[in-house]
C-alpha cells in the first residue's frame, strides 16, 4: 500500500529521497520494489551525468545482481564505469569502486577472464 502511494506520488519526490526510499526496500529485500523507485528516479534525471545519477546506476546494479540478474547488472555497472573513467580518471577511488562491481559482475557470469583484465587494470 506505502509503495503505492509512493509510485502515484513520484514526481513531487526528489530525487535524494527516492534513492533512500529505493535503498529502504533493498533493505527490506524487496528487490522489485526497490528497483522500481530506482528506475523512476533515474528516468526523472533523464541524460544529466551527475554523480546522483551513478549512485542510481550503481544501485541498479546492485539490485540486479542480488536478483542474480548478473548480464543486466553488468551493463548498468559497466555504464557507471565507462563515464566514471572518462571524467574523473582511471586512478580515482569512484573509478576503481566502479571497477570493482564491473569485475564481481563479470566473475558471477562466469567471465574470469574479463574479470581479471578489469582487476588488472586497476592495479
Known sequence: MLFRIILQKV????VYV???IGAFYRRLDKL???LEIYSVALTKIGTQQ????????????GVLTQQ???KQAEAAYRQ????????????HLDT?????????SLQNQGKHAKAKVIFRQAL
Open 68 to 70: 542474480k540478474k548478473y
Open 11 to 14: 514526481y513531487a519526490v526528489p
Open 96 to 104: 576503481l569502486m566502479s571497477m570493482k562491481n564491473l569485475r564481481r
Open 32 to 34: 522489485d520494489e526497490a
Open 50 to 61: 551527475t554523480p546522483i545519477s551513478f549512485e542510481i546506476l550503481s544501485s541498479i546494479g
Open 80 to 91: 557507471v564505469y565507462k563515464v566514471k573513467e572518462r571524467v574523473l580518471g582511471k586512478e
Open 18 to 20: 527516492l534513492l533512500a
